[in-house]
């Protein structure tokens, strides 16, 4: 028998306050911009990425949710893996596999590789396998036992073997860490305390990137921190910090940051972003930006606590947001509309409400 869900919709405050912190976060990026030569758009776009993606999530997750959240994984896995935009990304005149955000940068001479390689999309393509593996144990979970869930964990898995395959060290990491996270909670009753926990985890390696970047780690922890990191994007991070110091209220202005940073402007590619999401927050819009940012997640995170759906799908689907937070904070993840958008979706298909079918766990045609 499948497991009722652990609590009721109660409401619509969630909802509510979903519609007002991202409306508060597309404000306060105009604000930020206001009489200067800043571009707020892009901010607008990921906002506006996020509230499709929740919307679509909630509505196919209340028709279909083992099918809806299947389909979710295997785009995504697909989105990885197309031609041009997936395992390898090219840096200078060679292929190398995902060198960028999200992985540590080895290439033959170290100094080499901290100069030649661009801080691209990889963090991008980590983002969307661990969102991948949160919906398809999501899926797992949602479906009754018998031979639809194991093959959703054998997908699950065979995510996590992908990031693997391709490479980036933290994305294997975050992705395998979703997979164990969701056999656990199979076994957990009180997922407040799963959230809290995971909570706590975001908040820990968010500053930690703040500790990198006001130099306020030891000596033995900030050199380890510089060689994992590369020289290129600490000097990164301490540009940043000194923006916030200058303007703590209302930043430099969204997208603003690589005309301002001397370290973003003397690497010999484009580079506009201190590739970490907090501490561009901060840069660009102030500390306001990141109480908002922070509003974002948390607000994520209450609505998975007050979801409908089964505690292992919703701490499932917080473990998966929490892993896409991580990367958020060493990597450049949310500076692209397709993660953004994913997390929406994930977020959804775990918040939805159930109709009698989709209560069961079984699906019209899938028992």
């Known amino acids: 028998m499948a497991e ?42 990921a906002v506006l990425a996020v509230a499709a993606g929740y919307a679509a999530g909630r509505i196919a997750g209340s028709l279909l949710p083992v099918a809806a959240a299947t389909a979710a994984a295997l785009g995504l896995l697909l989105l990885v893996l197309a031609p041009g935009d997936g395992a390898v990304l090219f840096a200078g005149d060679g292929a190398v596999p995902f060198a960028g955000d999200g992985a540590v940068l080895v290439a033959g001479d170290g100094a080499a590789a901290d100069a030649a390689v661009p801080l691209g999309r990889a963090g991008a393509s980590a983002a969307l396998l661990v969102l991948a593996s949160g919906a ?65 985890a975001a908040g820990l390696v968010a500053g930690g990137s703040w500790a990198v970047a006001d130099d306020a780690l030891p000596d033995a922890p900030a050199a380890s921190a510089g ?54 927050q901060a840069a660009e819009q102030g500390l306001p930006g990141v109480v908002l940012l922070g509003a974002a997640y948390g607000w994520l995170l209450c609505g998975l606590a007050r979801s409908p759906r089964p505690t292992p799908v919703a701490l499932t689907a917080g473990a998966a ?25 994930l977020a959804g298909l775990a918040t939805a409400g159930t109709t009698p079918a989709a209560g069961t766990g079984h699906e019209p045609g899938n028992s």
């Open 4 to 45: 009722r869900p652990a609590v009721r919709e109660r409401g619509h405050a969630t909802d509510v306050a979903g519609v007002l912190v991202l409306g508060a976060c597309v404000l306060w990026s105009l604000i930020s911009a206001a009489g200067r030569e800043a571009r707020p758009e892009g901010v607008v776009l």
């Open 136 to 200: 398809a144990c999501c899926a797992a979970s949602a479906a009754g036992p018998g031979p639809l869930r194991s093959a959703l964990w054998a997908l699950a898995g065979g995510v996590a073997a992908t990031a693997a395959v391709l490479g980036p060290p933290v994305g294997v990491l975050a992705s395998v860490g979703v997979l164990l996270c969701s056999l656990a909670a199979a076994r957990m009753r009180r997922r407040l305390v799963g959230l809290a926990g995971l909570a706590l």
């Open 227 to 280: 060689e994992l990191l590369t020289g290129h994007r600490v000097g990164l991070w301490r540009d940043a910090a000194g923006m916030v110091r200058e303007h703590p209220v209302r930043g430099v202005g969204p997208d603003r940051f690589g005309e301002l940073s001397a370290t973003a402007q003397q690497a010999p590619y484009a580079d506009r972003a201190p590739h970490s999401a907090p501490l561009q």
């Open 321 to 345: 947001l929490t892993g896409l937070a991580a990367l958020a904070s060493f990597g450049d993840a949310l500076s692209f509309t397709p993660v953004t958008a994913a997390a929406g979706l």
